[in-house]
């Protein structure tokens, strides 16, 4: 098991929802609101609602966040121990081992925002995730990210990806969705797409940095199998 060396400090985060319903029609991560350290030390959250992303995911049944009211325009009070809730308190005993799921070390250091960015804050039963943004000139950077839409575009055999295995990015400029899209390659056969959250800084990290990919864990269920690979930005 890898471990991530140089982790980063997000700037900000950025709430994502889709819809929890596997059979809804469209099923599109969108970007709903961020969180951002004012004063240095006052968390503060806004919905995007001015965003297309936003307009979006409302046609698509968003009602907003629990802990953030959808009439406020921002929420300053409790942010982040609102959003930490969603993980298990450091002191319990396994949390080591919920740390090696994303590859983080033992003790953990770093802020609560970087907990919250480097794990994502996913629970299975309402659509919501979190995803860091990071300073652009804060290299080396390492983070371990799902592979978006595996179901949907891999239809070859699982026991074919194997940790460990390169991976590498390619940009699908004639994407009907999303110009910008990254598809993840793999033996040169597309399995997937980086997260649309994700796409800003992943495109400012293959333009002026080395980047470089493995798969770094394979698991999840026969019906819904889930990649996540390892990325080095130096």
């Known amino acids: 098991m890898n471990l991530l060396r140089h982790i980063v400090e997000p700037e900000r985060l950025l709430l994502t929802w889709q819809p ?4 809804a029609p469209v099923r599109t991560r969108r970007i709903v609101g961020e969180i951002r350290m004012e004063s240095g030390e006052q968390a503060v959250f806004r919905y995007l609602k001015d965003s297309p992303d936003f307009a979006a995911a409302q046609a698509a049944g968003f009602k907003g966040f629990p802990a953030f009211p959808a009439e406020q325009a921002e929420t300053r009070q409790g942010v982040i121990e609102s959003l930490m809730r969603r993980l298990p308190p450091r002191k ?10 994303y590859r983080l070390p033992t003790p953990f250091n770093q802020s609560d925002l970087a907990l919250l ?38 239809s070859g055999d699982m026991s074919a990806i194997r940790v460990g295995d390169p991976v590498t990015f390619q940009v699908e400029s004639e994407n009907p969705i999303d110009q910008d899209a990254l598809a993840v390659m793999h033996l040169d056969k597309k399995i997937g797409y980086v997260n649309r959250a994700l796409l800003p800084q992943f495109h400012g990290w293959l333009s002026s940095h080395a980047v470089s990919a493995t798969i770094e864990r394979v698991n999840g269920k026969p019906e819904r199998p889930l990649l996540y690979v390892i990325v080095h930005v130096t």
Not at 20 to 23: I, K, L, R, S, V
Not at 92 to 101: G, I, K, N, S, V
């Open 20 to 23: 929890p319903d596997e059979n």
């Open 92 to 101: 319990r005993e396994d949390f080591a081992e919920y740390l090696a799921q």
């Open 117 to 154: 960015g480097y794990t994502g804050a996913r629970l299975p039963s309402d659509g919501f995730g979190l995803v860091p943004v990071f300073p652009p000139h804060a290299i080396p950077c390492d983070v371990v990210l799902e592979i978006a839409g595996l179901r949907h575009v891999f």
